[in-house]
């Protein structure tokens, strides 16, 4: 790959590491691509989190290296880091008094924020267009004065996209972001992040809904640490793959454009 394709990837290269002693992720090697919406799907135990703990720097590897934009992730200075990687972290808890749009501001303060509490900068015109631009592309404008607590799950986490999203980063990395999400509030979320994918930006997002995942442009399926396959939909969710790592028997076929796993057992 030349290195003005690699300046829009995010790549794992050989990565091994651990949780704790136990080894979690075991030489994956995976490029995500700007403008493309990735989705990392396998069982329970198979590595998910661990390998996006590890393309976010949060995990330092054993052995391999990480890649952000063709430069070792652990080159780039962390306040640069956080700028370009954006995180939605399973379950993000958001402070409850407080207001939509000042949520979401923080996220302009990526690496930037003094104990966590106090930019270090002078906040400017181009943070304030950043924030409205989250806020419109979330649909979250429209009660950016409403507290936190008074919104609904699906609400909240669009907050917590919009908060993401305001950094403008080149990737954004999510962790079961439809967890305890109704299934309207699933599918809203999974179009929001298509649409932020189609407009440049690069999405990877743990998921384990396989129905959700499908409607990604890519998957990686990690079983016990490895990849057993990567590629489209229609490459990845074939029945042998799918018996392979969830020991599951289904039928994978199309509905109205959409490819549907229907367990058999």
């Not at 972290?89 to 949520?103: I, T």
């Not at 499908?214 to 990567?230: E, I, N, S, T, Y």
């Not at 018996?243 to 599951?248: F, I, K, P, Q, R």
């Not at 994978?252 to 549907?260: E, P």
Request: hydrophobic share 40%.
């Amino acid at each position: 790959m030349s290195r003005e394709e690699r300046a829009d990837t995010l790549e794992a290269e050989a990565l091994h590491v651990r949780a704790g002693s136990f080894p979690a992720v075991r030489g994956v090697s995976a490029r995500f691509q700007a403008g493309q919406f990735a989705a990392v799907i396998g069982p329970n135990g198979a590595g998910k989190s661990t390998l996006l703990r590890a393309l976010l720097g949060l995990t330092r590897p054993e052995s391999g290296e990480v890649r952000l934009l063709g430069r070792p992730l652990r080159a780039w200075p962390r306040p640069e880091r956080a700028r370009t990687l954006a995180y939605l972290a399973q379950g993000e808890a958001l402070p409850p008094d407080a207001r939509v749009r000042d949520v979401v501001a923080l996220g302009r303060g990526a690496g930037a924020w003094k104990w966590g509490l106090i930019p270090t900068r002078p906040w400017t015109q181009a943070d304030e267009d950043a924030v409205t631009g989250a806020l419109t592309r979330t649909d979250t404008l429209r009660f950016e004065d409403r507290r936190v607590s008074e919104l609904s799950g699906g609400e909240r986490q669009r907050v917590s996209l919009a908060r993401a999203l305001a950094t403008q980063p080149r990737f954004l990395l999510l962790d079961e972001p439809t967890n305890h999400l109704d299934l309207a509030y699933q599918l809203d979320v999974i179009r929001h992040v298509r649409c932020e994918a189609a407009g440049g930006l690069g999405v990877v997002a743990v998921l384990h809904d396989l129905g959700l995942a499908a409607r990604a442009d890519r998957l990686l399926l990690l079983h016990q640490g490895r990849v057993l396959a990567q590629g489209t939909p229609e490459e990845v969710l074939t029945p042998p793959h799918l018996h392979a790592a969830y020991g599951l028997r289904a039928r994978v076929t199309r509905d109205a454009g959409r490819l549907l796993v229907i367990p058999e057992d």
